[in-house]
Nanobody, 123 residues
Framework: QVQLVESGGRLVQAGGSLRLSCAASGGTFSGYAMGWFRQAPGKEREFVATIAWNGITNYDDSVKGRFTISRDNAKNTVYLQMNSLESEDTAVYYC?????????????????WGQGTQVTVPS
């Protein structure tokens, strides 16, 4: 019943910035933890960032200091602000929702997933 739709992915030059959005419908958004994951070519999907129901955030070390996750419960939307982009950030980015609200890093904890949005940073 819960649907997540990512948007904002595009090609950006190294050093540039981009903001991804994920709009949720159905369910109780304010009670969910929301996460961002990514999958690069030839790689498994990996954790990027999460924000718990109470606003506590967590980041993978590879993006800490460059990416910021935030949420707007009034708009049922979670964002990923990406700065200082590198070629290693090239991936399909997925948002996901965890009904527990706790913000686990493991993707197995997330119940609902979006379709993904492509971010490309050429080398």
């Amino acid at each position: 019943q819960v649907q997540l739709v990512e948007s904002g992915g595009r090609l950006v030059q190294a050093g540039g910035s981009l903001r991804l959005s994920c709009a949720a419908s159905g369910g109780t958004f304010s009670g969910y933890a929301m996460g961002w994951f990514r999958q690069a070519p030839g790689k498994e999907r990996e954790f990027v960032a999460t924000i718990a129901w109470n606003g506590i955030t967590n980041y993978d070390d590879s993006v800490k200091g460059r990416f910021t996750i935030s949420r707007d419960n009034a708009k049922n939307t979670v964002y990923l602000q990406m700065n200082s982009l590198e070629s290693e950030d090239t991936a399909v980015y997925y948002c996901a929702a965890d009904r527990s609200g706790l913000g686990y890093r493991a993707e197995s904890r997330y119940h609902y997933w979006g379709q993904g949005t492509q971010v490309t940073v050429p080398s």
